[in-house]
């Protein structure tokens, strides 16, 4: 259970990250509203706020939520701005994200 609620953590952690940046992207390289900006700059704070909620330390963290990153970027690619991923993305993301459990949830003793 603990490790399905960090993965929860993790993709919200991106989903912020990554909502948040778009948001601030079609401010200043689209000419959105200045609103999409400030949302956006709240949006990214929410992310670091959520990322310290993480029962592990920040290297590791920090670490760990690369791979889920990429992979929610590989995503976030394909469903919102309509680009295919490939099969090297998919291989690359797939590929993050057993260093992602590898990183956070190998045991250690």
Request: glycine share 14%; aromatic share 12%; hydrophobic share 65%.
């Given at each position: 259970m603990k490790i399905l609620y960090s993965i929860?953590?993790?993709i919200?952690?991106?989903?912020?990250e990554i909502g948040g940046g778009y948001l601030i992207w079609l401010w200043l390289r689209e000419g959105k509203s200045?609103?999409?900006?400030?949302?956006?700059?709240?949006?990214?704070?929410l992310y670091?706020?959520?990322a310290t909620w993480q029962?592990?330390?920040f290297g590791r963290v920090y670490a760990a939520y690369g791979g889920i990153f990429i992979m929610l970027a590989i995503l976030w690619g394909w469903k919102?701005?309509?680009i295919t991923p490939?099969?090297?993305d998919i291989i690359g993301g797939v590929i993050?994200?057993?260093g992602m459990g590898i990183i956070m949830y190998a045991p250690r003793g």
């Open positions: 929860a953590l993790f919200l952690a991106g989903l912020c200045w609103w999409l900006g400030l949302s956006g700059a709240i949006i990214l704070v670091g706020i959520v029962p592990a330390n919102v701005d309509g490939d099969k090297f993050a994200l057993i």
